[in-house]
């Protein structure tokens, strides 16, 4: 059963994901779910500068599937039947794409709409997401609220476009085989907050007014794919611009064997173990191949899945 009809929300269709019709529902001037976090900076994967050229319809480095994502995608339908599995009364709807009724550039497309089993109807009565995460960063003990705050971003846009505020179940399965539910409460405060820079992002898409260059990688990326051809010239640039290259790098080369050391403190520690941890933090772990130290690995925020 697919759900057709929210308080607020208007289904534009159900897409599969990658599809011309996919993007086009999520394209142009609108912001998804999706986005949302990086609208306000907090995004892993995407800075407000790269999802800008994306929308002014600038070049963009091209979609990479990773394999956090994929295995996300093939692992959904094991968490989703888990969920119905632990919540007999409740039935989980297929969904697609929808906008809020009155601000079209609002969508959103969650992973699926809960509805009671009693009700003939399907009615959705709320919203829920299924994740997947290797190593459980940032995730917090089952029963509790403590989520990424890029996936809370992602919840309360959701919630927001479709009308649909009661607390949000976020089924998520850690290492293939930790199976969590947390929550996420729907905030009006902080949804307004999202609308506001929501639609002074897209004024400033619409007025040309790029943002500022920042630290992130998806920033460097973007700008890295702007120019056309190789033109053997010389381009002057500001003396400070400069200035500031010059000292990152030589930051840089302190910094990597600063770096260098810590690692092999690490890799000292660890011996023939396989991770270093803190408590109950995990620091980094060890990859061997032939018997020997391959590499030593960071644990971070970005190993969740999407």
Not at 189 to 213: C, H, Q, S, Y
């Amino acid at each position: 059963m697919t759900a057709v009809e929210t308080p607020t929300g208007v289904l534009l269709g159900t897409f599969t994901p990658g599809s011309p019709e996919w993007e086009k529902a999520r394209g142009g001037l609108c912001v998804t779910a999706t986005e949302i976090a990086a609208v306000m900076g907090l995004s892993p994967w995407q800075s407000r500068f790269s999802l800008w050229h994306k929308k002014a319809g600038l070049p963009v480095p091209p979609f990479e599937a990773s394999p956090q994502i994929e295995w996300g995608n093939r692992l959904e339908p094991a968490v989703v039947g888990k969920y119905e599995d632990e919540h007999p009364d409740l039935i989980l709807l297929s969904t697609g794409t929808w906008r809020h009724a009155e601000r079209s550039w609002q969508r959103a497309t969650p992973d699926r709409l809960i509805a009671l089993r009693e009700d003939i109807d399907g009615r959705p009565v709320g919203i829920f997401e299924a994740k997947t995460s290797p190593y459980g960063d940032d995730w917090g003990r089952d029963g509790t609220d403590e989520v990424p705050v890029y996936y809370r971003c992602q919840v309360i846009w959701q919630q927001d476009t479709l009308g649909l505020h009661a607390r949000t179940p976020i089924g998520v399965l850690i290492g293939g085989c930790d199976y969590r539910e947390l929550y996420v409460d729907y905030d009006e405060g902080d949804a307004k907050l999202m609308r506001d820079a929501a639609a002074e992002f897209l004024r400033t898409v619409e007025a040309g007014e790029r943002p500022p260059i920042d630290g992130s990688d998806a920033t460097y990326q973007t700008i890295r794919v702007q120019p056309d051809g190789l033109e053997d010239r010389d381009v002057e640039i500001p003396a400070e611009d400069a200035a500031r290259y010059e000292t990152a790098q030589r930051q840089m080369a302190d910094a990597k064997s600063e770096l260098t050391a810590a690692k092999a403190t690490l890799l000292d520690h660890i011996g023939d173990g396989k991770r270093a941890v803190v408590g109950d933090r995990r620091i980094a772990y060890r990859t061997v191949r032939g018997g020997k130290t391959y590499s030593l690995n960071p644990y971070t925020s970005k190993d969740t899945a999407a």
